[in-house]
């Protein structure tokens, strides 16, 4: 069938546009996006405290910690997740910060524990060297997930599994290093007004993986505990923590001015990997008759499969990369996730198939006949209809490159197909 080479690759790697986002950004001078996250919020109350709920004062304590900002730093920006007592998914809170161009993402939480005399301040950064006793915070913090509708979203993400994380690594390492830096500072700044400080700690939390710019996430006490739970329902201990907040960003910002924004660019001598031109890499894990779901048990959790019908035939594809070190960490990774026959398959990008053949998105199929436009089709136009059996398929689009069919893939999902697929045509027919 020759699909491999038919097949190509759209976008550059996840890692790559982060990475190319966030130097552009730290380079542009007086301009500094913070995002400031209140955690939880609307049905998630978060943690119960002994006087007042942690959504509430992670609410009022980011809300005093953005209005210091604005009032000191006229070339800082600070954009708020949620400003009221509303109910926000985490990917949609990381979306905030990505769509922003963040350069410093703060989630504000409170901690708790059945054992009441637990207290502290603690900072979390994203981090590979996961320490046990992180696991219960971690498990508390995103279990918000429970919460939210699109569990798919999630399910493929085990934070027990150490590869899972080390592939998640990839993609944080390079802004570690400042996460580190400001999570110093807070904790500084908490254990310079007398009170206790648990210090930085590295975990995996939900609201931070999807993040692509240095990230932190505050727990600003135990308010479990009854001394620190009062302290932080009073105006003074709201006040105290968003001021040690501020002063901690205070320094980080000057930090960043006096490198007139080189940040980034400074302290990565890990990228001069020059990605491979004109290539995209996938790990090819499965061909297969049968056509699974995103979240389907043969996928063995890894996220994001690309899958392409090319005649009765389901391919899948995972990952994509045109840097050689990180292909060689996807097949791996696959290996280890269980697909022993995965391989490296070079996409020649933007190349186009031949003669007739184009690419479409399979996004329907039912032994319902839907007329044109239906209000089945959620406002897709144009739809192609193709009987076969007694099913009728539904297809929409028609391109001739991988990345453009990527782009009406993402466009058909984001009408509501989740499982939509790009569909090898020739003609307007499915390739045989
Ligand atoms: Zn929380």
């Not at 009073?234 to 501020?246: C, D, I, V, Y």
Request: proline share 2%; hydrophobic share 35%; with cysteine.
């Amino acid at each position: 069938m020759g699909l491999t080479r038919i097949c190509k690759q759209i976008f550059f790697s996840v890692l790559i546009l982060t990475l190319g986002s966030g130097i552009l950004t730290a380079q542009k001078k007086a301009n500094f996006v913070i995002v400031i996250d209140a955690g939880h919020g609307g049905k998630d109350i978060g943690a119960r405290g002994v006087v007042e709920n942690e959504k509430d004062i992670t609410l009022d304590v980011a809300l005093r910690f953005g209005q210091l900002i604005e009032k000191n730093f006229k070339d800082v920006q600070v954009i708020y997740t949620r400003k009221t007592d509303v109910f926000l998914e985490l990917w949609e809170r990381a979306r905030i910060a990505n769509k922003n161009h963040a350069n410093l993402f703060v989630s504000i939480h409170c901690n708790s524990a059945a054992n009441k005399s637990a207290y502290g301040s603690e900072t979390f950064v994203m981090g590979l060297r996961r320490m046990e006793e992180n696991m219960e915070v971690s498990k508390r913090e995103n279990s918000v997930i429970l919460l939210e509708d699109d569990q798919e979203r999630y399910q493929k993400f085990d934070p027990n599994d150490e590869e899972a994380v080390i592939a998640f690594e990839i993609m944080h390492s390079a802004y570690l290093d400042q996460s580190i830096k400001y999570a110093s500072l807070v904790e500084n700044e908490f254990s310079r007004g007398g009170r206790s400080s648990r210090g930085v700690k590295q975990n995996i939390f939900h609201v931070l993986r999807e993040n692509a710019s240095p990230s932190v996430l505050v727990e600003l006490g135990f308010i479990s505990n009854p001394d620190e739970g009062t302290y932080l329902s009073t105006e003074k201990g709201k006040q105290e923590r968003a001021e040690s907040l501020f002063q901690a960003f205070k320094k980080y910002k000057q930090e960043y001015d006096e490198k007139d924004g080189r940040i980034v660019m400074e302290e990565k001598p890990k990228e001069v990997e020059k990605p491979v031109a004109g290539l995209t890499y996938k790990i090819q894990i499965l061909v297969s008759k049968n056509k699974y779901a995103p979240s389907a048990k043969q996928l063995n959790g890894l996220t994001d499969v690309e899958v392409v019908q090319a005649g009765d035939l389901y391919k899948y594809y995972y990952g994509n990369t045109n840097l050689a070190s990180e292909r060689d960490q996807l097949l791996n990774y696959a290996i280890k996730k269980g697909f022993k026959d995965a391989f490296v398959v070079e996409f020649v990008n933007n190349e186009k198939l031949i003669g007739n053949q184009n690419y479409r998105i399979q996004f329907l199929a039912s032994d319902k006949k839907y007329r044109d436009r239906d209000g089945k089709f959620g406002g897709l136009k144009d739809v192609l209809r193709i009987k076969k059996g007694k099913t009728n398929f539904y297809y929409y689009g028609t391109t001739k490159t991988y990345e453009d069919a990527q782009k009406e893939l993402n466009y058909v999902k984001s009408r509501g197909f989740r499982n939509a697929i790009v569909v090898v045509f020739d003609g307007k027919k499915p390739l045989e």
